[in-house]
């Protein structure tokens, strides 16, 4: 009795819990107002219905995604008397004018030692790199150096490695930390790092640290020395403002060694602990140059987490300050995308890439949920002869997601697409690779989230050594994988196939 009651105090003291209890109290609340106002009904619904008639003409005439504005007016016209209020509550996709306003699309300083856009001969992917640098203002750099990592567990040890090497500052921004082998290990360097008089700062995202950190962890990290916030702080009332997220994974040493990729600070990305299976996940290492790119999204973010403090002076962080760059290795243009941004970085560079590919793309995504431009963009290649293959997990994280990923198979193989499922485990990794001169390794899924309402970052690569790699790594986990054929589609239960088929109205915002 002691044990079950022991464990029901647990349960109410989890910060999961309160949440959920704290939005049922909103709900119920919602319930009891519109009881209370009952009795004016007629003209209350009235004036709901035409708010949502209003909001759905701004719905239609915005610049959003199709996708996007269909979602909510199919979910308007399911509830028209709340569909319009909910709309205006959650419905937005980018951050308050005044929030925007402190995170600016630019790094403050891009510049760099030469026009390395001039250095690219051929003129489609000149214009991928032109895209980067005039819309997302991120210039390509020369002088780097790259490394793939094919697992997680490489990278984690190459990461230990380069920490304990810090000799001045130290960044990292995550969307998941948990404590556990991989997170601690870092932490404890960190620790000593603080204690050695290093700069350390840290920013963790609120929401997705939700179920795996105590509330309020930032200040058990302050107390250790670590510069540290919260990126968007979670308040459990019901607002897609906390739709916008830090998806990022990146770690800056020095300015001049960087860390980026699909894991996390997580067993699960280690496999120390199993979950689905075995977890595959991708990254990199910049040495050099480009490194500053990463530098300057970090120091964007925690100007605007880091308010009430003076603003930093990027020129203490550029990496030429500790470090003589290398010798150019290809052309290296790390990049960040945010929901502030007019249009989708991450959709432009992705269609840039599948547009111009000429013999081959291989894309790597844990969730094929792709916005309209993205799949016409696939099927147009596909129905050229290029040699489209995308790889998924057979093992799901989300249940949801993984009908969703699945009701889109059939338009993309009808087309030409080669679909494959990862059957170890779980594929986490995100990469495309073109016609073995262009490759892009980062953070950014196939979906809406990460597309449009998330802060994201990736690096795309031109003639880099590392760009076979990727092309070797997709090949091999290809070889660990099932082709997905029509007779798979027909076997497909057919209770999966409606739950796709009625996801799909909502994809946009799952």
Same mark, same amino acid.
């Given at each position: 009795m002691i044990r079950f009651f022991s464990k029901i105090m647990r349960l109410v003291t989890r910060r999961l819990f309160i949440i959920a209890l704290l939005i049922l109290i909103q709900l119920l609340f919602i319930g009891v107002t519109i009881q209370v106002f009952s009795e004016y009904y007629v003209y209350v619904n009235a004036v709901l219905i035409a708010v949502s008639i209003v909001v759905t003409i701004i719905i239609v005439n915005n610049n959003e995604d199709p996708g996007y504005k269909l979602a909510w007016t199919v979910s308007i016209l399911l509830a028209p008397v709340l569909g319009g209020i909910l709309y205006l509550a959650v419905g937005g996709q980018k951050l308050r004018r005044g929030a925007a306003g402190r995170i600016p699309m630019d790094p403050l300083d891009a510049r760099v030692d030469k026009d390395w856009l001039s250095e690219i001969t051929d003129p489609h992917v000149r214009q991928q790199a032109g895209y980067i640098q005039n819309q997302l203002m991120f210039s390509p750099q020369g002088r780097t150096s790259v490394r793939y990592f094919a697992s997680t567990e490489e990278a984690f040890d190459v990461m230990v490695e380069q920490l304990e090497a810090a000799e001045h500052y130290i960044f990292l921004e995550y969307f998941i930390l948990e404590e556990g082998v991989f997170w601690d290990t870092i932490l404890e360097i960190l620790e000593r790092k603080v204690r050695q008089g290093l700069d350390v700062r840290l920013i963790y995202d609120d929401v997705g640290c939700v179920k795996t950190l105590p509330q309020h962890y930032y200040k058990r990290l302050r107390d250790k020395g670590i510069r540290c916030y919260a990126f968007n702080r979670f308040v459990p009332f019901i607002s897609f403002r906390m739709n916008n997220r830090t998806h990022r994974k990146i770690l800056v040493i020095d300015g001049y060694t960087g860390f980026t990729g699909g894991y996390n600070l997580a067993d699960e990305y280690i496999n120390v602990k199993e979950r689905f299976g075995h977890w595959k996940d991708t990254g990199l290492m910049l040495q050099g140059a480009a490194v500053w790119n990463l530098t300057a999204m970090f120091l964007h973010t925690w100007n605007f987490v880091s308010a009430a403090e003076n603003r930093t002076n990027f020129e203490n962080y550029r990496p030429e300050r500790y470090h003589a760059l290398p010798e150019t290795q290809g052309i290296i243009a790390p990049y960040g995308t945010t929901p502030v941004n007019p249009e989708s970085g991450a959709v432009g560079v992705y269609c840039n890439m599948i547009d111009k590919a000429e013999a081959y793309v291989y894309i790597t995504t844990p969730y094929l949920i792709p916005n309209n431009e993205i799949m016409r963009a696939l099927e147009r290649a596909a129905l050229n002869g290029v040699d489209v293959r995308i790889l998924t997990p057979a093992r799901w994280d989300k249940y949801s997601i993984h009908m969703l990923t699945q009701s889109n198979y059939r338009e993309l193989i009808t087309a030409g697409v080669r679909i494959f499922e990862y059957t170890?485990?779980?594929?986490?990794?995100?990469?495309?690779? $073109?016609?073995?001169?262009?490759?892009? *390794?980062? #953070?950014?899924?196939? @979906?809406? %989230? $990460?597309?449009?309402?998330? !802060?994201? @970052?990736? *690096?795309?690569? !031109?003639? $880099?050594? *590392? *760009?076979?790699?990727?092309?070797? @790594?997709?090949?091999? #986990?290809?070889?660990? $994988?099932?082709?997905? #054929?029509?007779?798979?589609?027909?076997? %497909?239960?057919?209770? %999966? %196939?409606i739950i796709g088929w009625l996801l799909k109205l909502f994809a946009p915002l799952v």
């Open positions: 170890p485990g779980f594929l986490h990794a995100k990469s495309f690779v $073109s016609d073995d001169e262009i490759a892009i *390794v980062g #953070t950014i899924n196939l @979906d809406y %989230r $990460s597309l449009y309402l998330h !802060y994201e @970052d990736a *690096v795309w690569m !031109y003639q $880099s050594p *590392v *760009v076979k790699d990727v092309k070797d @790594d997709f090949l091999a #986990t290809q070889a660990l $994988s099932e082709e997905i #054929t029509p007779l798979f589609l027909k076997k %497909r239960p057919l209770h %999966r %196939r």
